[in-house]
């Protein structure tokens, strides 16, 4: 019988809808599945109902997800074997049960509502607040954070996509990939969707997103593509610019040299980053 040796940690708030959500997706985000992650409620919402709409929403600007996420209850073998247990916000109590590994601690997390700020904004503050202390979890546990890699067009419908699409496979998971425009399109050019099919990489469900400070901020590398002086800059950053011409408006046959020039980038991109290269879909 093969015994998990990851760090288990377990988040709580009352709900599971809203904040220990969004710890168990930033942390994920993190460090990959080199965690054992899961989050609680103390009295959680009826299934049905979901998670708070803006929380998904906050996560995913910065690259995280809740995709699929549900509120549960507390399980009490999870709770005596987990190796952290966090409870986030003043309201939720957990009460240790028998043979726990663990010592209950409390996030006070930030409350912006007390200072008038509701909506995406405080959303947003709780969120980098959440963040903040999963990274520094994170390093507690002694876990090594993937690099975070930011791929920036004007469109994000072809260049910016086709490279983090790349990244992603050609990492095998090993690094934290997001893509975004400056003046994100409607939908994803479709001679770029099918010139990746022909590498095996399908990307029919990805969406053109808007830039966002907040997730400049929370990648290591930043790669723009033709997007100018758009992309926010922050000091300590790794910030590069790819020459490329834009597949708007072209044919996949037109298409096919881009996508090789920009996997040969990424390829070069994930050894400066010691991140070894995997086969992609089509070569398995």
């Known amino acids: 019988m093969t015994t998990d040796r990851r760090p288990t940690v377990l988040f709580v ?11 168990e997706a930033l942390l994920r985000r993190r460090v990959g599945d080199a965690v054992a992650i899961h989050s609680a409620g103390t009295r959680p919402k009826p299934v049905e109902a979901g998670v708070n709409a803006e929380s998904v929403a906050s996560v995913v600007e910065v690259g995280a997800s809740m995709a699929g996420a549900t509120p549960k209850g507390i399980d009490p073998d999870l709770l005596r074997t987990a190796d952290r247990v966090v409870i986030l916000g003043a309201d939720a109590q957990v009460e240790p049960v028998e043979g726990m590994k663990a010592t209950i601690e409390r996030w006070e997390t930030d409350e912006p509502s007390l200072r008038g700020i509701e909506g995406a904004a405080r959303m947003n503050i709780i969120r980098d607040d959440i963040d903040a202390r999963v990274g520094a979890l994170a390093s507690e546990l002694g876990v090594e954070q993937r690099p975070s890699v930011m791929f920036v067009c004007v469109h994000n419908a072809g260049r910016s996509q086709m490279a983090a699409a790349y990244a ?34 399908d990307i029919s469900a990805e969406k ?3 830039l966002t400070d907040q997730a400049v901020r929370a990648s290591d590398v930043v790669i723009t593509m033709g997007c100018g002086d758009t992309c926010p800059f922050y000091p300590g950053k790794r910030y590069e610019d790819w020459v490329l011409e834009d597949p708007a408006g072209q044919g996949v046959d037109a298409v096919r040299p881009i996508r090789d020039d920009i996997k040969r980038r990424v390829t070069e991109l994930l050894a400066s980053l010691d991140v070894p290269v995997q086969p992609l879909p089509g070569d398995r």
């Open 208 to 210: 053109p997103k808007v």
């Open 168 to 201: 992603h496979h050609l990492s095998g998971g090993a690094v934290e990939v997001r893509s975004a425009g400056s003046a994100p399109a409607e939908t994803i050019n479709p001679a770029v969707r099918e010139a990746l099919l022909e590498e095996g990489i």
């Open 13 to 23: 708030c009352v709900s599971n809808a809203g904040k220990s959500q969004m710890a």
